[in-house]
């Protein structure tokens, strides 16, 4: 079946390093990718998407490009804020399906000053 | 912002006792979902609906019903609740196009049974 593997967390960085936060899936046919974002207290927000393979999704800083040689869409960020401290989700849409959304199971980030 | 709203946003409750959750939205959207979130599980999809009175089963459907009667709102029943229903409660939307297929979050349910 379709799945979704992320990399175990808590990840925790100093102010301006590199982030990278490993994304591995299993599906047939050609899934949809996303990375949602979690701050403290609120609800999933779209951070970036991916609809075929070799896209890259972008937004606020945060890049990951859509590998199907890999079965990967991997995160990453030149340069992290302590307001980038949240967790993150990468998750598929199946093709054929009915916008039913797999998740992996969060990556914690914390960014200190 | 998508127009999702849920209610209440923070129940305690009892072991056996019934609790309904209610999620809102304004924006027309076909499809709703409910998913529960715990730690090391991410968000797992509890029961989604494609179109008033169309409901269909997620991953961890067992001891919750669901129930559409209009296009804006979905509401989560738990007939009994136990312990292990303990979670936040996350409802979502979306109107898959293609190969669109964002979904929308609402601001969650926090649940706690006794």
């Known amino acids: 079946g379709n799945s979704v593997t992320q990399m175990e967390g808590p990840v925790t960085l100093s102010e301006e390093a590199f982030l990278t936060i490993n994304c591995t899936y299993t599906?047939?046919?050609?899934?949809?990718l996303f990375w949602y974002v979690q701050y403290p207290g609120e609800g999933l927000q779209l951070l970036l998407k991916?609809?075929?393979?070799?896209d890259k999704g972008s937004n606020k800083g945060f890049e990951a490009t859509y590998r199907k040689e890999t079965t990967s869409f991997h995160l990453e960020k030149g340069s992290v804020q302590v307001s980038d401290s949240a967790v993150y989700f990468c998750?598929?849409?199946?093709?054929?399906?009915?916008?039913?959304?797999?998740f992996g199971q969060g990556t914690t980030l914390q960014v200190k000053p | 912002d998508a127009g999702i709203t849920q209610s209440p946003r923070h129940k305690v409750t009892e072991t056996g006792t019934p609790v309904t959750l209610r999620c809102h939205q304004t924006?027309?959207?076909?499809?709703m979902y409910w998913y529960r979130q715990d730690p090391g599980h991410g968000l797992r999809l509890i029961h989604y609906?494609?179109?008033?009175?169309?409901?269909d089963k997620g991953e961890v459907s067992d001891g919750y019903s669901v129930s559409r009667s209009k296009t804006e709102d979905f509401l989560l029943t738990l007939e009994s609740a136990t312990s292990s229903q303990t979670s936040v409660y996350f409802c979502?939307?979306?109107?898959?196009?293609?190969?669109?297929?964002?979904?929308?979050f609402g601001p969650g349910t926090r649940l706690t049974v006794l």
């Open positions: 599906a047939t046919g050609y899934p949809s």
């Open positions: 924006e027309n959207h076909r499809y």
């Open positions: 609906s494609y179109g008033v009175k169309d409901t």
């Open positions: 979502a939307i979306s109107d898959p196009t293609g190969r669109n297929n964002e979904q929308f």
């Open positions: 991916a609809t075929k393979a070799d």
């Open positions: 998750a598929l849409s199946a093709s054929g399906n009915t916008g039913k959304l797999i």
